[in-house]
C-alpha cells in the first residue's frame, strides 16, 4: 500500500530544497508502478529511466519524452537506437547520460545513421557520467560513486571521450555536461559534496571551450529516516548553493538537475503480509509471514533493516501495553535468507496481519516470481482515506494468479 500524502510530502519538500530552475526528476529504478509515477509526474518531476521498459512505462505514465532522462549502465545497442529514434522523429529524450567512451562513439555511429545533426534534424543531447571517486557515507553496495565501481568514468577518461567529438552542432550527438551519481541512503553530506564540486570544476573547465557545455545532473542518493536522523535535502541544497555562490557567474552550469528515487517513494510505502507459522526456536520466536524476499528483496540482498509492527495480535488490535518479545520474521520462501530480522512484537498467531515499512522504494520494482509466486498487487491510499487500485496481482511463471 503506497500513501500518496507521503508522496506530496516528499515532494513538496524536494521542491522547496531545491526549487526550479533545478530540474527535478524521478528515479523509476526505485518504483515502477505506472500509476505512482504518474502522480509523480503530476507533481513537476520529469522521469530518470535505465532502459527502454522503464522509458515505456513513463510515457504510459504520462511523461513526455522531453521530460525523460536516460542513463543506467547496462543500456544495449537496441536502447540507444530507440533513444536515436525519438529524437529522429522530433521527440527527443531531455538527454541520454553516457557511462563510457565505448558507449559514446556506439551511440554516435547510430546518431549518425540517422544524420541527426543534420538536414534540419538537431543533434541528440547527451551527458557525460563522471565516476566522482569519493567514498560515500552509506553501505557498500550502494556506493556507486567509488572509483572501483562499473558506473561512470574517471575524469581522464571523460575528458578523452569528449576530445573526440566536434563542438556546436556538427556532431550528431552534442556534448552538453556532466552526470554523477555518489551513492543511495547517504548517511551525510560530505562525499556528495566532494563528488559536486568535482562535477562543477569540470563543466566549467570543459564549458570555457564549448559553451553548450552547460549542465551539471547531481543524481540523488537523499536519505530516509525518522527526522534528525539522517540530512534532509535541504542539508545536500545549502552545500551545492555554497558551491555555486563560490563560483564566478560565467563558470556556474547554466542548467542544475536532481533525480531522487528512493526520498521521493521510500516512506510512503507498507506491505501488509499475513502470519503463516509461528515457532519456538532457539534465540526466541520465529513467525513466518507470506511475505518476504519476492516482495522485498533488499534484506536478502544486503542486509537492508526494514521496521515490521503487529497490525493484529490474537486477531485483534494489539492494546498500546501489551507485552512484546524478540521476534524474528522470516518470509515464505525456500531460501534461509528470507528473512527480515529480529522485531518487538506483541503474541502472533497465524492469520494475523503485520506491516513492513519503508517499502515504496526498491520493493515493487525489485519483485519477482521465485517460487512460482504471483507478484503484489498495488493500492493507493489517497489523502481522503480511499484505496484505489494501482496494480493487479500479477500471475506466476506458470501464468496463475494465485492467493
Not at 505506472?34 to 511523461?63: Q, T
Not at 521521493?264 to 510505502?269: K, P, Q, R, T, Y
Not at 528473512?339 to 496481519?353: I, S, V, W
Not at 498495488?378 to 494465485?402: K, Y
Request: aromatic share 4%; hydrophobic share 45%; net charge positive.
Amino acid at each position: 500500500m503506497t500513501s500518496v500524502a507521503a508522496i506530496e510530502a516528499a515532494e513538496a519538500e524536494l521542491r522547496a530544497a531545491f526549487p526550479d530552475p533545478w530540474l527535478r526528476a524521478f528515479s523509476l529504478k526505485a518504483n515502477d508502478v505506472p500509476a505512482i509515477v504518474g502522480r509523480l509526474g503530476g507533481l513537476g518531476l520529469g522521469a530518470n529511466v535505465v532502459s527502454a521498459g522503464e522509458w515505456a512505462v513513463a510515457v504510459r505514465a504520462g511523461i513526455p519524452n522531453w521530460r525523460i532522462t536516460l542513463e543506467g549502465v547496462g543500456k544495449s545497442n537496441a536502447d540507444l537506437r530507440a533513444a536515436v529514434r525519438a529524437a529522429a522523429d522530433g521527440r527527443p529524450l531531455r538527454w541520454v547520460a553516457v557511462e563510457s567512451e565505448e558507449e559514446l562513439r556506439a551511440l554516435r555511429i547510430i546518431a549518425e545513421r540517422a544524420e541527426l545533426g543534420r538536414n534540419g534534424r538537431p543533434p541528440l543531447d547527451v551527458l557525460l557520467r563522471l565516476n566522482p571517486d569519493v567514498a560515500p557515507e552509506t553501505r557498500a553496495g550502494l556506493a556507486v560513486g567509488r572509483g572501483a565501481s562499473k558506473f561512470g568514468m574517471a575524469e581522464t577518461e571523460l575528458t578523452t571521450a569528449l576530445a573526440a567529438l566536434p563542438g556546436g552542432t556538427a556532431s550528431a550527438v552534442r556534448p552538453r555536461g556532466v552526470q554523477l551519481h555518489v551513492g543511495s541512503q547517504l548517511g551525510a553530506v560530505d562525499a556528495w559534496r566532494d563528488a559536486v564540486r568535482r562535477g562543477l570544476a569540470l563543466v566549467g573547465l570543459v564549458g570555457a571551450g564549448r559553451p553548450e557545455f552547460d549542465t551539471l545532473d547531481v543524481g540523488g542518493g537523499f536519505p530516509v529516516g525518522d527526522p534528525g536522523t539522517v540530512p534532509a535535502p535541504a542539508r545536500f541544497a545549502r552545500e551545492a548553493n555554497r558551491l555555486l555562490e563560490a563560483l564566478p557567474v560565467e563558470r556556474r552550469p547554466r542548467r542544475l538537475a536532481v533525480e531522487p528515487g528512493r526520498f521521493l517513494v521510500a516512506s510512503s510505502g507498507w506491505i501488509v503480509a499475513s502470519v503463516l507459522h509461528v515457532r519456538d526456536r532457539a534465540g526466541g520466536h520465529v513467525a513466518v509471514i507470506d511475505a518476504g524476499m519476492t516482495e522485498l528483496i533488499r534484506p536478502a540482498l544486503y542486509g537492508a533493516e526494514h521496521r515490521v509492527i503487529a497490525l493484529t495480535s490474537g486477531g485483534a488490535t494489539p492494546q498500546p501495553n501489551a507485552p512484546t518479545a524478540r521476534t524474528r520474521v522470516d518470509g515464505p520462501v525456500c531460501e534461509s535468507t528470507d528473512t527480515l530480522g529480529n522485531h518487538e512484537l506483541p503474541a502472533l498467531r497465524r492469520g494475523d496481519l503485520v506491516a513492513i515499512g519503508d517499502a515504496g522504494a526498491y520493493a515493487a520494482s525489485m519483485a519477482m516470481t521465485y517460487n512460482g509466486r504471483s507478484l503484489a498487487p498495488q493500492v493507493l491510499l489517497e489523502p481522503d482515506g480511499t484505496l484505489t487500485l494501482a496494480r493487479r496481482r500479477g500471475r506466476s511463471r506458470a501464468g496463475i494468479a494465485t492467493g
